[in-house]
């Protein structure tokens, strides 16, 4: 006798049957879907960290650009600052004229002084000539 096929082969085709109780092919279906929907659950939720991890590292990566560049004034600067800087630019001129006008000032006090000082000369000067004309035109 001649066997066309061994006994320890098993041979699948398309006209092999499957003989199984209802309850083991449902059990069997129930795991592989909860298998499947576990396994597509884990692949959202890293796509999901994926997403988000590289949304943050976006954001990450403007504020170390912003963080370095707008001290440095690479940025531009915002409405109020250019404001405060015109400010502060106007209050220095003034300071610097009221500088120039108490310098002036300090100048002045030495002229007026001085000017004291040769005023009243001049007047007991005067005074002393006059009182010489007046003896010189009793004294005739």
């Known amino acids: ?18 003989a199984m ?6 059990g069997l279906i129930a795991s592989v ?19 988000n991890y590289k949304l943050i ?5 403007k504020n ?7 001290p440095r004034g ?7 600052d ?11 001129g003034q300071v610097e004229k009221h500088t120039e006008q108490l310098e002036g000032g300090m100048h002045n006090k030495v002229n007026i002084d001085f000017l004291k ?3 009243l000369k001049l007047t007991t000067d005067v005074e002393k000539l006059k009182d010489k004309v007046r003896e010189n035109k009793n004294g005739h």
């Open 21 to 26: 109780p209802i309850k083991n092919l449902i």
């Open 82 to 92: 250019s404001e405060q800087y015109m400010l502060l630019e106007h209050l220095a």
């Open 33 to 51: 879907s909860v298998g499947l929907w576990a396994y597509f659950g884990a692949m959202e939720r890293l796509n999901n960290l994926e997403t």
């Open 64 to 70: 170390i650009e912003f963080r370095i560049k707008w």
């Open 117 to 119: 000082a040769q005023l």
């Open 1 to 18: 006798m001649t066997e066309k096929y061994p006994q320890t082969a098993n041979v699948i085709s398309d006209k092999s049957a499957i």
């Open 57 to 61: 590292a976006t954001d990450i990566e």
């Open 74 to 80: 690479e940025l531009g600067s915002l409405p109020a």
